[in-house]
Protein backbone atom coordinates (compact mmCIF):
# COMPACT_ATOMS: atom_id res chain seq x y z
CA UNK A 1 0.00 0.00 0.00
CA UNK A 2 1.04 3.40 -1.09
CA UNK A 3 1.07 6.03 1.42
CA UNK A 4 0.88 9.90 0.94
CA UNK A 5 4.24 11.30 0.93
CA UNK A 6 4.45 13.49 4.40
CA UNK A 7 5.20 16.90 5.04
CA UNK A 8 8.19 17.74 6.99
CA UNK A 9 6.36 18.58 10.55
CA UNK A 10 4.72 15.50 10.20
CA UNK A 11 8.08 13.83 9.85
CA UNK A 12 9.77 15.57 12.35
CA UNK A 13 6.98 14.33 14.86
CA UNK A 14 7.50 10.77 14.39
CA UNK A 15 11.05 11.11 14.79
CA UNK A 16 10.30 12.72 18.11
CA UNK A 17 7.54 10.28 18.81
CA UNK A 18 9.66 7.74 18.23
CA UNK A 19 12.09 8.33 20.56
CA UNK A 20 9.51 9.17 23.51
CA UNK A 21 7.23 6.45 22.87
CA UNK A 22 10.11 3.82 23.35
CA UNK A 23 10.57 5.08 26.76
CA UNK A 24 8.18 3.57 29.75
CA UNK A 25 5.25 5.12 30.84
CA UNK A 26 6.65 6.52 34.02
CA UNK A 27 9.08 8.66 31.85
CA UNK A 28 6.99 9.43 29.36
CA UNK A 29 4.99 12.84 30.28
CA UNK A 30 7.98 14.39 31.79
CA UNK A 31 10.05 13.95 28.32
CA UNK A 32 7.19 14.92 26.61
CA UNK A 33 6.70 18.16 28.07
CA UNK A 34 10.36 18.38 28.03
CA UNK A 35 10.46 18.60 24.32
CA UNK A 36 7.46 20.50 24.02
CA UNK A 37 9.01 23.33 26.16
CA UNK A 38 11.95 23.13 24.04
CA UNK A 39 9.60 23.59 21.06
CA UNK A 40 7.35 25.82 22.39
CA UNK A 41 6.10 28.39 19.83
CA UNK A 42 6.13 26.10 17.07
CA UNK A 43 3.90 24.17 15.11
CA UNK A 44 5.70 21.15 16.01
CA UNK A 45 5.47 22.10 19.89
CA UNK A 46 1.91 22.46 20.07
CA UNK A 47 2.05 18.62 18.61
CA UNK A 48 4.16 17.29 20.58
CA UNK A 49 2.40 18.61 23.33
CA UNK A 50 -0.87 17.04 22.09
CA UNK A 51 1.03 13.07 21.97
CA UNK A 52 -0.80 11.07 24.32
CA UNK A 53 0.86 8.54 27.13
CA UNK A 54 0.04 4.83 25.62
CA UNK A 55 -1.80 2.58 27.76
CA UNK A 56 -0.36 -0.20 29.77
CA UNK A 57 -1.12 -2.94 26.63
CA UNK A 58 -0.26 -0.33 24.02
CA UNK A 59 3.37 0.15 25.58
CA UNK A 60 4.28 -3.26 25.99
CA UNK A 61 3.18 -3.68 22.24
CA UNK A 62 5.39 -0.94 21.31
CA UNK A 63 8.51 -2.08 23.67
CA UNK A 64 7.96 -5.65 21.55
CA UNK A 65 8.27 -3.86 18.16
CA UNK A 66 11.02 -2.42 19.19
CA UNK A 67 12.92 -4.69 21.15
CA UNK A 68 12.31 -7.88 18.63
CA UNK A 69 11.52 -5.91 15.09
CA UNK A 70 12.79 -8.38 13.40
CA UNK A 71 10.34 -11.42 15.11
CA UNK A 72 7.18 -8.51 14.82
CA UNK A 73 8.24 -8.32 11.05
CA UNK A 74 8.11 -12.63 10.90
CA UNK A 75 4.37 -12.46 12.37
CA UNK A 76 3.34 -10.20 9.86
CA UNK A 77 4.99 -11.83 7.48
CA UNK A 78 2.88 -15.41 8.25
CA UNK A 79 0.00 -13.25 9.07
CA UNK A 80 0.33 -11.62 5.32
CA UNK A 81 1.02 -15.25 4.02
CA UNK A 82 -2.62 -16.65 5.73
CA UNK A 83 -4.35 -14.40 4.87
CA UNK A 84 -3.57 -14.93 1.25
CA UNK A 85 -4.61 -19.04 1.70
CA UNK A 86 -7.42 -18.02 3.72
CA UNK A 87 -9.59 -17.63 0.86
CA UNK A 88 -9.16 -21.32 -0.57
CA UNK A 89 -9.32 -23.06 2.46
CA UNK A 90 -12.10 -25.44 4.15
CA UNK A 91 -13.91 -24.66 7.58
CA UNK A 92 -10.98 -27.79 8.33
CA UNK A 93 -8.27 -26.10 7.95
CA UNK A 94 -9.56 -22.32 9.01
CA UNK A 95 -9.83 -23.99 12.09
CA UNK A 96 -6.20 -24.95 12.23
CA UNK A 97 -5.06 -21.68 10.75
CA UNK A 98 -7.25 -20.14 13.73
CA UNK A 99 -5.46 -22.65 16.30
CA UNK A 100 -2.28 -22.12 14.68
CA UNK A 101 -2.55 -18.19 14.94
CA UNK A 102 -3.65 -18.35 18.72
CA UNK A 103 -0.09 -20.17 19.33
CA UNK A 104 1.96 -18.47 17.59
CA UNK A 105 0.06 -14.87 18.97
CA UNK A 106 -0.22 -16.62 22.67
CA UNK A 107 3.71 -17.49 22.22
CA UNK A 108 4.65 -13.92 21.33
CA UNK A 109 2.38 -12.37 24.12
CA UNK A 110 4.57 -14.00 26.38
CA UNK A 111 7.62 -12.92 25.14
CA UNK A 112 6.59 -9.25 25.36
CA UNK A 113 5.44 -10.18 28.97
CA UNK A 114 8.68 -11.08 29.67
CA UNK A 115 10.34 -8.09 28.32
CA UNK A 116 7.84 -5.56 30.04
CA UNK A 117 9.12 -7.49 33.35
CA UNK A 118 12.57 -7.01 32.68
CA UNK A 119 12.11 -3.07 32.15
CA UNK A 120 10.62 -3.16 35.68
CA UNK A 121 6.63 -3.58 34.60
CA UNK A 122 4.12 -6.60 36.13
CA UNK A 123 1.85 -7.44 33.30
CA UNK A 124 -1.82 -8.24 34.29
CA UNK A 125 -3.73 -11.27 32.92
CA UNK A 126 -6.38 -8.38 31.29
CA UNK A 127 -3.23 -6.67 29.65
CA UNK A 128 -1.75 -9.67 28.38
CA UNK A 129 -5.14 -10.15 26.99
CA UNK A 130 -5.07 -7.06 25.37
CA UNK A 131 -1.52 -7.74 23.87
CA UNK A 132 -2.30 -10.75 22.23
CA UNK A 133 -5.79 -8.85 20.81
CA UNK A 134 -3.61 -6.13 18.84
CA UNK A 135 -1.23 -9.23 17.72
CA UNK A 136 -3.97 -11.22 16.16
CA UNK A 137 -5.33 -7.65 15.06
CA UNK A 138 -2.03 -7.47 13.39
CA UNK A 139 -2.05 -10.83 11.88
CA UNK A 140 -5.65 -10.35 10.53
CA UNK A 141 -6.05 -7.05 9.28
CA UNK A 142 -3.29 -5.32 7.17
CA UNK A 143 -3.70 -1.82 8.44
CA UNK A 144 -3.37 -3.80 12.09
CA UNK A 145 -0.55 -4.89 11.01
CA UNK A 146 0.83 -1.36 9.88
CA UNK A 147 -0.07 0.12 12.86
CA UNK A 148 1.64 -2.34 15.12
CA UNK A 149 5.04 -1.63 12.95
CA UNK A 150 5.15 1.86 13.92
CA UNK A 151 5.78 1.11 17.89
CA UNK A 152 3.03 4.30 18.34
CA UNK A 153 0.13 2.69 19.55
CA UNK A 154 -1.58 4.37 22.66
CA UNK A 155 -4.14 1.76 22.24
CA UNK A 156 -4.74 -1.29 21.97
CA UNK A 157 -6.64 -2.90 18.81
CA UNK A 158 -9.10 -5.81 18.64
CA UNK A 159 -10.47 -7.41 15.52
CA UNK A 160 -13.18 -9.99 14.34
CA UNK A 161 -11.59 -10.50 11.50
CA UNK A 162 -14.84 -10.33 9.37
CA UNK A 163 -14.65 -6.72 8.61
CA UNK A 164 -11.68 -4.64 8.28
CA UNK A 165 -10.69 -1.98 10.95
CA UNK A 166 -12.16 1.55 10.05
CA UNK A 167 -9.91 4.15 9.98
CA UNK A 168 -10.87 6.13 13.27
CA UNK A 169 -10.41 3.11 15.29
CA UNK A 170 -7.08 3.00 13.62
CA UNK A 171 -6.81 6.93 14.49
CA UNK A 172 -8.35 6.47 17.54
CA UNK A 173 -4.94 3.88 18.79
CA UNK A 174 -2.03 5.83 16.93
CA UNK A 175 -0.59 8.92 18.40
CA UNK A 176 0.41 10.52 15.16
CA UNK A 177 -2.36 10.43 12.41
CA UNK A 178 0.45 10.13 9.81
CA UNK A 179 2.16 6.82 11.81
CA UNK A 180 1.05 4.35 9.08
CA UNK A 181 3.37 3.52 7.12
CA UNK A 182 6.28 4.61 9.83
CA UNK A 183 8.69 1.29 11.70
CA UNK A 184 9.71 1.95 15.08
CA UNK A 185 13.75 2.10 15.74
CA UNK A 186 14.52 -1.24 16.73
CA UNK A 187 16.64 -0.42 20.05
CA UNK A 188 18.33 -2.67 22.64
CA UNK A 189 17.89 -2.77 25.93
CA UNK A 190 19.34 -0.40 27.95
CA UNK A 191 22.28 -1.24 29.98
CA UNK A 192 22.18 -1.65 33.87
CA UNK A 193 23.65 1.23 36.13
CA UNK A 194 27.43 0.37 37.72
CA UNK A 195 26.59 -1.14 40.95
CA UNK A 196 27.26 1.77 43.96
CA UNK A 197 30.23 0.94 45.47
CA UNK A 198 32.62 3.34 47.83
CA UNK A 199 36.14 2.68 47.14
CA UNK A 200 39.03 3.61 49.39
CA UNK A 201 41.90 5.26 47.44
CA UNK A 202 45.30 3.26 47.82
CA UNK A 203 47.96 5.10 45.52
CA UNK A 204 50.03 1.67 46.18
CA UNK A 205 47.75 0.24 43.72
CA UNK A 206 47.35 2.41 41.11
CA UNK A 207 49.81 0.74 38.46
CA UNK A 208 48.08 -2.15 39.16
CA UNK A 209 44.55 -1.10 39.08
CA UNK A 210 45.44 0.28 35.67
CA UNK A 211 46.83 -3.04 34.06
CA UNK A 212 44.02 -5.08 35.11
CA UNK A 213 41.50 -1.97 33.84
CA UNK A 214 43.47 -3.05 30.39
CA UNK A 215 43.43 -6.45 30.50
CA UNK A 216 39.94 -6.35 31.54
CA UNK A 217 39.20 -3.78 28.55
CA UNK A 218 40.74 -6.25 26.55
CA UNK A 219 38.85 -9.07 27.92
CA UNK A 220 35.66 -7.50 26.71
CA UNK A 221 36.61 -6.82 23.21
CA UNK A 222 37.63 -10.35 22.51
CA UNK A 223 34.34 -11.27 24.13
CA UNK A 224 32.39 -8.50 22.35
CA UNK A 225 34.02 -9.34 19.16
CA UNK A 226 33.81 -13.08 19.03
CA UNK A 227 29.68 -12.67 20.23
CA UNK A 228 29.00 -9.72 17.69
CA UNK A 229 30.17 -12.60 15.35
CA UNK A 230 27.98 -15.86 16.49
CA UNK A 231 25.18 -12.99 17.02
CA UNK A 232 25.36 -12.40 13.04
CA UNK A 233 25.61 -15.72 12.10
CA UNK A 234 22.34 -16.76 14.15
CA UNK A 235 20.63 -13.58 12.78
CA UNK A 236 21.98 -14.79 9.45
CA UNK A 237 20.65 -18.77 10.03
CA UNK A 238 17.16 -16.68 11.72
CA UNK A 239 16.60 -15.14 8.27
CA UNK A 240 17.30 -18.17 6.06
CA UNK A 241 15.15 -20.47 8.01
CA UNK A 242 12.30 -18.02 8.53
CA UNK A 243 12.59 -17.46 4.37
CA UNK A 244 12.17 -21.00 3.91
CA UNK A 245 9.52 -21.70 6.46
CA UNK A 246 7.57 -18.64 4.46
CA UNK A 247 8.57 -20.50 1.06
CA UNK A 248 7.52 -24.39 2.51
CA UNK A 249 4.09 -22.66 4.21
CA UNK A 250 3.09 -21.34 0.94
CA UNK A 251 4.11 -24.90 -1.51
CA UNK A 252 1.72 -26.76 1.28
CA UNK A 253 -1.00 -24.42 0.40
CA UNK A 254 -0.57 -24.62 -2.89
CA UNK A 255 -0.53 -28.38 -2.23
CA UNK A 256 -3.81 -28.17 0.09
CA UNK A 257 -5.51 -26.23 -3.06
CA UNK A 258 -4.49 -29.02 -5.13
CA UNK A 259 -5.72 -31.76 -2.91
CA UNK A 260 -9.11 -29.37 -2.55
CA UNK A 261 -9.27 -29.42 -6.09
CA UNK A 262 -8.48 -33.32 -6.94
CA UNK A 263 -10.84 -34.02 -3.84
CA UNK A 264 -14.12 -32.18 -5.68
CA UNK A 265 -12.51 -33.75 -8.88
CA UNK A 266 -13.28 -37.20 -6.90
CA UNK A 267 -16.48 -36.49 -5.97
CA UNK A 268 -17.51 -35.94 -9.23
CA UNK A 269 -16.60 -38.62 -10.82
CA UNK A 270 -17.44 -40.90 -7.85
CA UNK A 271 -21.38 -39.20 -8.62
CA UNK A 272 -20.89 -40.14 -12.57
CA UNK A 273 -19.72 -43.80 -11.95
CA UNK A 274 -22.05 -44.61 -9.62
CA UNK A 275 -24.51 -43.49 -12.31
CA UNK A 276 -22.79 -45.29 -14.98
CA UNK A 277 -23.15 -48.63 -12.83
CA UNK A 278 -27.15 -48.08 -12.67
CA UNK A 279 -26.96 -47.67 -16.09
CA UNK A 280 -25.00 -50.70 -16.57
CA UNK A 281 -27.02 -52.63 -14.17
CA UNK A 282 -30.75 -51.37 -16.07
CA UNK A 283 -28.66 -52.64 -19.58
CA UNK A 284 -27.99 -55.79 -18.04
CA UNK A 285 -31.02 -56.66 -16.40
CA UNK A 286 -33.34 -55.45 -20.45
CA UNK A 287 -30.31 -57.47 -22.09
CA UNK A 288 -31.75 -60.85 -19.76
CA UNK A 289 -35.07 -59.67 -20.65
CA UNK A 290 -34.88 -59.53 -24.40
CA UNK A 291 -32.27 -62.60 -24.48
CA UNK A 292 -35.39 -64.76 -22.71
CA UNK A 293 -37.96 -63.31 -25.27
CA UNK A 294 -35.58 -64.01 -28.30
CA UNK A 295 -34.99 -67.48 -27.12
CA UNK A 296 -38.77 -67.82 -26.54
CA UNK A 297 -39.26 -66.83 -30.04
CA UNK A 298 -36.89 -69.01 -31.14
CA UNK A 299 -38.67 -72.31 -29.56
CA UNK A 300 -42.50 -71.21 -31.08
CA UNK A 301 -40.96 -71.18 -34.25
CA UNK A 302 -39.32 -74.44 -34.23
CA UNK A 303 -42.35 -75.68 -32.52
CA UNK A 304 -44.54 -74.21 -35.67
CA UNK A 305 -41.95 -75.38 -38.22
CA UNK A 306 -42.15 -78.81 -37.07
CA UNK A 307 -45.76 -79.35 -37.13
CA UNK A 308 -46.59 -77.62 -40.29
CA UNK A 309 -43.56 -80.20 -41.60
CA UNK A 310 -45.64 -83.06 -39.77
CA UNK A 311 -48.41 -82.18 -41.95
Same mark, same amino acid.
Given at each position: ??????? @?MT????E? /??????????????????????????????????????????? *?????????????????????????? %???????????????????? +??V??????? @???A??? &???? &?????????????VDA?????V?S???? @?????????P???????? @?????? /???????????P??G????????????????? /????E??? %???A???????????A?????????????????????R????????????????????????????????T??????? +??????? *????????
Amino acid at each position: MTDPPRD @AMTTELLEV /ADELYALTPGEFTAARDARAKELKGTDLGSAVKALKKPGTAAW *VVNLLVRRESGQVDQLLNVGAALREA %QAAMSAGELRTLTKQRRQVT +AAVTQQARHL @AAEAGHR &VTQA &VADQVEATLTAAMVDAECGRAVRSGLLV @APLHTTGVDPVGEHTLAA @ALAVPG /ALGFSATAREAPEPGPPDLRVVPDPDAADKAR /AAAAERRD %QAAAAYAEAEAAHAEAVADVDRLSARSLQLQAELDELRRRVSDLEGELDEIDDELGDAEDVRDEAKAALRTATAERDA +ALALVER *VSGANAES
